[in-house]
């Protein structure tokens, strides 16, 4: 009896985390439905519009460690969620970390940014989730405060493709209580995305190596 209790002690977060991915938190858009992507490979389950417009279709599919959204009038599929596994005794901060500067080529803005939860606007994050992002230290923020003063335009990401994002919304999603040793980098753009951001679901991994 006690080792029934003590499972199940141990797996409530998870249950409750899976259960919010039963359904999507929103409605499909018009001619558009939702299907649901589970994948081990990619370490990922989550729900993701398919739309049939007049001219043109969108669909989703997994390349790798990635989500790559499709456009049937043309263009390169882009990858809107990337999934990456961490390090054998690696911390989700340390993880983190070392991602951005494995995709970061300027390593001077390695060194000027920081890791920071990500708090956007309005944002209400599901339980058991944690977003960071990447954003400029103090020196660094002030440099880019008075350039930007003079500029009215919309001012390039000062972290780089992997941090801030000045004219949309993307992070780094972490869930801790999900017993998945991986973290996944978000790409939410600027309206509602056709995937639900609120009910992805890492799914539970052991250790392993870095992608």
């Known amino acids: 009896m006690k080792k029934f209790l003590l499972l199940l002690v141990l797996t ?33 389950a989550l729900w993701v519009e398919r739309c ?3 001219d043109r279709k969108i669909d989703h599919f997994v390349k790798g460690n990635a989500l790559m959204e499709r456009f049937s009038d043309g263009g ?17 901060e340390a993880g983190l970390k070392r991602i951005f500067d494995q995709h970061t080529p300027d390593k001077t803005l390695v060194k000027r940014c920081e890791l920071k939860p990500y708090h956007g606007y309005q944002e ?3 339980p058991s989730v944690k977003r960071y992002t990447f954003l400029p230290n103090a020196a660094y ?15 390039d990401p000062a972290c780089g493709d ?17 017993n998945a040793h991986r973290v996944m ?3 939410v753009g600027q309206d509602d995305p056709l995937f639900d951001e609120k009910t992805l679901r890492l799914l539970p991994t052991g250790p392993n190596s870095g992608r």
């Not at 409750?16 to 990619?42: F, G, M, T, Y």
């Not at 390169?76 to 989700?92: C, G, R, V, Y």
């Open 141 to 155: 923020q002030k440099e880019m405060d008075k350039k930007n003063a003079a500029d009215d335009g919309v001012p």
């Open 76 to 92: 390169e599929p882009a990858a809107l969620i990337e999934t990456f596994d961490l390090n054998k005794d690696e911390s989700i």
């Open 12 to 44: 409530l977060p998870l249950a409750a985390h899976a259960a919010k991915s039963d359904k999507p938190s929103r409605a499909a858009d018009k001619d558009c439905k939702w299907e649901q992507i589970n994948d081990e490979k990619l370490g990922l």
């Open 124 to 126: 209400v994050v599901p």
């Open 162 to 178: 992997w941090g801030d994002a000045p004219d949309g919304i993307q992070y780094f999603e972490t869930q801790p209580g999900n």
């Open 52 to 54: 049939g417009y007049h």
């Open 185 to 187: 980098f978000v790409r």
